[in-house]
C-alpha cells in the first residue's frame, strides 16, 4: 500500500540522514510477496537467501550511495 511505503520510505531517509547508516537491511519472509516487493520499490537489492525463526526469508539492503543517487533523480 501507498502507507507502507510512504513508512518504509521515511525510515530508510532517517537511517540514512539522522543517524548516519551507511547501509540499510530489510529481512522478509520469501512467501511474503508484498514484503519483497516493497524492499525492491524503495531501491533494495536482494543480496541472499537465509532462513530467519525456520522460514525462508530474504535479505535486501540499500547503500548510502545508492539512496542518495535515487533521491537526486526523484
Known amino acids: 500500500s501507498t502507507t ?3 513508512s518504509a520510505a521515511f525510515i530508510i531517509r532517517s537511517g540514512f540522514d539522522t543517524l548516519g547508516c ?21 531501491g533494495m537489492k536482494h ?3 537465509t532462513v530467519r525463526n525456520g522460514r525462508a526469508a530474504r535479505i535486501y539492503a540499500i547503500e548510502r550511495h545508492t539512496y542518495q543517487m535515487r533521491s537526486s533523480t526523484s
Not at 519472509?29 to 524503495?42: P, V, Y
Open 4 to 6: 507502507c511505503l510512504t
Open 22 to 42: 551507511g547501509t540499510i537491511l530489510g529481512v522478509a519472509e520469501t512467501a511474503n510477496i508484498a514484503s519483497l516487493k516493497l524492499c525492491e520499490k524503495l
Open 47 to 49: 543480496k541472499r537467501d
